[in-house]
């Protein structure tokens, strides 16, 4: 980034550093350059940056060395290069622009090498005064080259020069300064300021009196700061939140300047240690609206304004392990055990050792403490400590301890103390729990404990029941009195035992519940039922590695993770997130290393050292962060913000997937800032991210969707929910209304033309049904002739004239009569294409009684099903009689024995009858042969010609018309024929 010499805040917060490299803008998570390019003329005209400011169209004004002044549109992107100009008009080249601020209006004052400009704040800006030295007249400018200007909260506007403070009237136009007023400095003015209380502060350079405040009584300026540190050099200066004074020193550095107790303090930004740090160069600093101090120079540092009271204890970077502390001491372990002192602040080794490992009691030399796995009080004088391999009872008082050595192997690791004081039970190295007897010395692993393995973190209850935690098995616990065991892993066949994690870091038990930290998060499991309790809805439980956990007094826990501090207040379920911009040491803490003391102060080890503290200290920073977009991806592809109008986005039907990345901007501690977002057309509630900065909206269907978002600071104070965008997503062109309409255009063309068809069908149908009707009758008088064939009617009369000349008279008047009946019924029924089945079935009774009187040697019997309903439905007439009369003839005729039997069945299945002739003739077989040889009656003319009848009515009405024949067969030979037609019942 190079040498930053300027740094301003913008209206929404966002942080501009001007270098010696172009500009730079800052939201807490990454930079955005702006540099010139020689090829581009929307770009900045020059690299090197002496002043920011922005006008009320939010555009950033840009004052430059030697090049004047820049103007970069946010929206566009690119920067327009207004004129400063001469009496003439003329561009003035060679301008350099050190300080550009509001005016009380709109328009903009601009402060160059060359004088004063105001400037208006149109699309195309416009010079609209210009003021300078003027060595005739007092009341001018004490100089052209102006280092800074100020428009207060009175709206009055002060410029520094390089000779003295001005203070400008714009009744007439001019100006107070040392010529005027001699209290007013002639020396450089480098910096204008105005503090909470509206008072006016001022730097010169080169000398000692270089801080002045004016005084509005005597409208002079008073010379302030006179007991601090003495500087000869270069002064910029900010107020913080407690308006104190906090100065950046050009060539030195920045120090804190207390205004309450006249305290003067250097500040090192990098281990938040108030110290001298002077290798930042000092050139400029700030205060942003959260209340962080910025200075910049060879870097941009940053003071954060969290408000906590933490304090750390360094140990080089190396990581401490263990914890224990009193009112006076803090003893950690980290390569070895040492204590701190908190009054003095001076770390000392516990005890001096040269060797890497504990030494033996059996050693000349005397046993010495290294590397303390665990810490735990015993009595009012005496604490336990366990360490590589041995178990040591160490009285604090007289500072004598005694050794247990072991022989189980590699360290232990925690540890607790019975309720009677006689045992301890140990975490050893792997294996199951050790049970260690203060009585004889002895380390036993119990039988009934064997269950449980790899042990490496232990919490024990009030009344003696324990809780381990493995390494690889999940979670035990085991009953004091009954060495019940019970299992929590992710395996677990019940599902209110399942764990997120096979190995556990550390183990808390509260009033009501146990807190279990692993490396997958943080789970809480109920002690009466041993049933796992969801914890919330905060991603940082299940996306952190949690390696400690405490209690304090308040029944607040407190975490520490691989990704800072937390704690937690189960009540009103407030996450709160710390980290070193809050003061803290470490960012990673290590397994199990934590203490509470006896006034409830909490410490936590970590990578770095050792961070403690009160929590009814902490602070809590009530400043909620603002929220914006930061980028948005549309099918993975970034769209520049300045595409979308100020909250809207338009899309294609295929641009449904959308990355959308959210910046809270909160400077204190940004990587502590969590989100939530909603679509107010899907979501009723408020979706967390966490610290997760991401949206992720896969799949989206057209329509219209609000985006609206919010954030909260590592303190969980929350802003309101702000819309951020309006996403349309416009409808694929076949789901559009235009393309509707002409579907349904298009359909009822085809509908039309379906109908307009279908018609056209109908009448094709009755044309086809007229000429069947004509066809009919040609079949039907075709019908009637072979019917009524001379063959049947020379039979007929041969049999009357046999019968008349026998004298049996009555027998051939009931012939006479039948036989006129049935060529009456056939002339009847001729004239019609259907008649009732009724009249159909009448006029076969009447055929086959005449059949049966010329033969008399055959039975009949016709059967009509109780569900057929012959009186209405209709049939082609002489539909059977072709098939009953072929029966006769060539089926029983030439059959042998006497018993010779005709069955005509007439049924009905929904909307068809079922119609069959069945005989016990000789089947069609035999009848072949014997029509072969001659022997048989010519025929077959009815029954072709009620064929084509069938055809044609299956033609006219579209449904089946089905003639089936079958032949009957028993002890396998031929037994008959079964003649089945299937015709559409017409009522």
Not at 352 to 358: C, E, G, V
Not at 811 to 816: D, L, V
Not at 909 to 919: A, V
């Amino acid at each position: 980034m190079g040498l930053a010499e300027e740094i301003f805040e913008d209206k929404d917060g966002f942080i501009w550093i001007g270098t010696v490299n172009g500009l730079v803008l800052f939201d807490g998570y990454s930079t955005r350059s702006f540099r010139h390019n020689p090829n581009d003329s929307s770009s900045l005209a020059a690299n090197n940056i002496n002043a920011i400011s922005q006008d009320p169209s939010d555009r950033i004004w840009v004052g430059l060395s030697r090049f004047g002044f820049s103007i970069l549109d946010q929206n566009q992107r690119s920067f327009i290069h207004p004129c400063i100009t001469d009496e003439k008009g003329n561009c003035m080249q060679g301008v350099s622009v050190n300080a550009i601020t509001q005016a009380s209006d709109s328009s903009m004052w601009v402060g160059s090498t060359l004088g004063l400009f105001l400037y208006s704040s149109s699309d195309h800006p416009q010079q609209l005064s210009a003021f300078q030295y003027d060595s005739v007249l007092d009341n001018s400018l004490s100089s052209n080259y102006i280092l800074d200007v100020l428009v207060d909260s009175k709206t009055r506007l002060w410029v520094g020069t390089t000779k003295g403070i001005n203070l400008f009237d714009p009744a007439t136009g001019t100006f107070i300064n040392y010529r005027t007023n001699t209290s007013f400095p002639s020396r450089q003015t480098l910096d204008i300021a105005e503090d909470a209380n509206g008072k006016i502060w001022l730097t010169t350079r080169f000398i000692k009196e270089s801080f002045l405040i004016y005084d509005e009584v005597t409208q002079n300026f008073i010379p302030v700061l006179q007991d601090r540190e003495p500087y000869s050099g270069e002064y910029k200066f900010t107020f913080d939140q407690n308006n104190d004074i906090w100065i950046a020193a050009r060539g030195v550095g920045a120090y804190h300047y207390d205004l309450n107790t006249g305290k003067q303090l250097f500040f090192d930004p990098a281990s938040f240690k108030d110290h001298g740090y002077r290798n930042i160069n000092g050139l400029n600093t700030i205060t942003d609206r959260y209340g962080n101090v910025w200075i910049t120079g060879n870097n941009v540092l940053k003071y954060p304004a969290s408000g906590k009271t933490f304090s750390s204890i360094s140990s080089d970077e190396n990581i401490v392990i263990s914890l224990y502390a009193n009112s006076q001491f803090i003893w950690y372990s980290d390569q070895e055990l040492k204590r701190f002192d908190k009054s003095t602040r001076q770390t000392t080794n516990q005890f001096a050792s040269s060797r890497p490992i504990n030494i033996r009691a059996s050693s000349p030399e005397k046993s010495k403490l290294n590397m303390a796995y665990c810490i735990r009080d015993y009595d009012e004088e005496h604490i336990i400590v366990s360490t590589t391999r041995n178990i040591y009872k160490w009285n604090t008082k007289t500072n004598e301890y005694h050794e247990y050595p072991t022989n189980i192997g590699g360290p232990i690791r925690e540890f607790v103390v019975t309720p009677d004081k006689q045992h301890l039970w140990l975490c050893g190295n792997q294996g199951s729990p050790i049970l260690f007897d203060f009585a004889d010395g002895s380390y036993i692993r119990p039988e009934y404990a064997s269950s449980i393995d790899n042990v490496r973190c232990v919490a024990q209850e009030m009344n003696g029941d324990l809780w381990f935690g493995s390494g690889t098995s999940g979670l035990f616990y085991m009953s004091a009195t009954t060495h019940e065991i019970q299992n929590f892993a992710p395996d677990h066949s019940d599902q209110a035992r399942r764990l997120i994690d096979y190995a556990i870091n550390d183990i808390a038990i509260t009033e009501d519940y146990v807190w279990v930290a692993t490396n997958l998060g943080l789970q809480k499991i109920n002690k009466s039922t041993f049933e796992i309790i969801p914890i919330g809805t905060h991603n940082e439980f299940i996306e952190n590695s949690f390696m400690s956990v405490l209690e304090d007094n308040h029944g607040v826990l407190w975490f520490g993770t691989q990704q800072g501090l937390f704690s937690f207040n189960p009540i009103d379920q407030v996450l709160r997130s710390f980290n070193p911009e809050d003061g803290l040491i470490n960012t990673v803490y290590s397994a199990g290393s934590c203490y509470k003391d006896s006034t409830g102060n909490l410490y936590f080890g970590g990578g770095n050292g050792v961070d403690y503290f009160n929590p009814e200290e902490i602070g809590i920073n009530p400043t909620a962060p603002d929220i914006y977009i930061s980028k948005i991806l549309v099918n993975n592809d970034a769209l520049e913000l300045s595409s979308i109008s100020s909250t809207s986005l338009d899309l294609k039907h295929h641009e449904n997937f959308l990355e959308i990345e959210l910046l809270a901007l909160h400077y204190t501690s940004p990587k502590s800032n969590t989100y939530a977002y909603r679509i107010m057309e899907l979501d009723t509630t408020w979706r967390y991210l966490g610290k997760q900065r991401t949206i992720t909206l896969a799949n989206m269907r057209p329509g219209n969707y609000t985006l609206q978002a919010r954030a909260a600071n590592g303190d969980n104070v929350w802003c309101e929910g702000k819309t951020l965008l309006h996403i349309h997503i416009a409808p694929p062109f076949w789901a559009t209304w235009w393309f509707v309409v002409l579907v349904i255009i298009f359909i009822s063309a085809i509908l039309f033309t379906a109908f307009k068809y279908h018609i056209h069908q109908i009448k094709t149908r009755e044309r086809i049904k007229s000429e069947f009707n004509k066809r009919l009758t040609e079949l039907e008088s075709k019908a009637l002739r072979s019917q009524m064939n001379p063959h049947f009617l020379f039979n007929s009369l041969n049999s009357m004239k046999s019968l008349i000349s026998q004298g049996n008279t009555e027998k051939a008047t009931q012939y006479i009569t039948r036989f006129a009946q049935l060529i009456r019924q056939i002339l009847a029924n001729s004239e019609k294409p259907f008649v009732r089945l009724q009249e159909e079935l009448e006029a076969l009774r009447l055929y086959l009684e005449i059949e049966k009187l010329r033969f008399q040697n055959f039975t009949f019997e016709i059967l009509v099903n109780d569900d057929v309903n012959a009186d209405f439905i209709e049939v082609p007439p002489l539909i059977l009689q072709p098939y009953v009369e072929n029966a006769i003839w060539h089926g029983l005729m030439h059959l042998s024995s006497s018993d010779r039997k005709l069955t005509v069945i007439v049924a009905q299945e929904k909307q068809f009858l079922h119609l069959t002739i069945e005989d016990n003739g000789i089947g069609r077989e035999q009848a072949q042969q014997i029509k072969s040889l001659g022997n048989a009656r010519k025929g077959g003319m009815g029954m072709r010609l009620t064929e084509d009848r069938l055809n044609l009515l299956k033609s006219i009405y579209g449904q089946d018309v089905k003639i089936t024949i079958t032949d009957l067969m028993e002890n396998g030979k031929s037994s008959g024929t079964r003649v089945e037609v299937q015709i559409p019942c017409v009522d």
